[in-house]
């Protein structure tokens, strides 16, 4: 019921590409879905998030999709750059309750 | 840089022994958070404090501790370490343990057990 299933584990894509992570959920209790960034040697950092009551998000070339029918929701970043190479994690939240993080996903953007 | 400071960022140990992980919350914020991160497992999360008190436990092994102090500064302590606790861990700090605040993570301490 806790868990968030990110796919895929790792992902390379060409500079100006759009790469997709996708996340799904099952508890219907979630209510907040942010996504962190994590450069290697650092923590996460939060990127964006959003609530379930709207369907997308925008902050620069940063979208998340949400589906709140299909339990599903999605990062995709526009006009890719080496410098987005990263891993990113979703995350999950109910309440005060904890952070579910995904297994999350090495990006890699080859120039 | 996120405001958390976390000491130190290596920590070099042997089996058995027992060490001690230091976090500083950002200025202002009361909530405290532990995650255990390794290559197999992601981010756990393991123990969430607020104001002094223990708020949330998650996937913490009894051989592991954490306290928060009257200064918000935070301790996890892991004793009898095993080769598989070798792994980064970060806290994190939000001002309120609120479903959309934002928790902040610090750099990391990697912790490595021979």
């Known amino acids: 019921q806790q868990q968030v299933k990110q796919s895929p584990q790792s992902l390379i894509v060409q500079k100006g590409g759009i790469p997709i992570i996708n996340c799904a959920y099952e508890?219907?209790?979630?209510?907040?879905f942010p996504w962190y960034q994590q450069f290697p040697g650092k923590g996460p950092a939060l990127l964006i998030a959003?609530?379930?009551?709207?369907s997308e998000k925008k902050e620069g070339r940063f979208t998340i999709s949400f589906n709140k029918s299909a339990k599903q929701f999605s990062l995709h970043i526009m006009d890719s750059q080496p410098g987005d190479s990263a891993t990113y994690f979703c995350?999950?939240?109910?309440?005060?309750?904890?952070?579910?993080f995904g297994t999350g996903t090495r990006l890699t953007i080859i120039p | 840089d996120s405001g958390v400071t976390q000491t130190p960022k290596h920590l070099i140990t042997a089996t058995g022994q027992r060490v001690t992980l230091r976090c500083s919350p950002r200025?202002?914020?009361?909530?405290v958070y532990w995650y255990q991160q390794s290559l197999d497992q992601g981010l756990q999360f393991l123990i969430q404090?607020?104001?002094?008190?223990?708020?949330a436990k998650g996937n913490i092994l009894e051989r592991f501790s954490a306290q928060q102090f009257p200064d918000l500064h935070s301790e996890l302590n892991l004793s009898s370490l095993e080769l598989g606790d070798s792994a980064l861990y970060f806290c994190?700090?939000?001002?309120?343990?609120?479903?959309?605040?934002?928790?902040?993570f610090g750099p990391g301490t990697r912790l490595t057990v021979l």
């Open positions: 994190a700090s939000s001002v309120e343990p609120l479903s959309t605040d934002t928790q902040y």
């Open positions: 508890n219907t209790a979630f209510d907040y």
């Open positions: 959003i609530r379930p009551d709207v």
């Open positions: 995350a999950a939240r109910s309440g005060n309750e904890k952070l579910t």
């Open positions: 200025s202002g914020d009361l909530s």
């Open positions: 404090y607020y104001n002094g008190e223990e708020r």
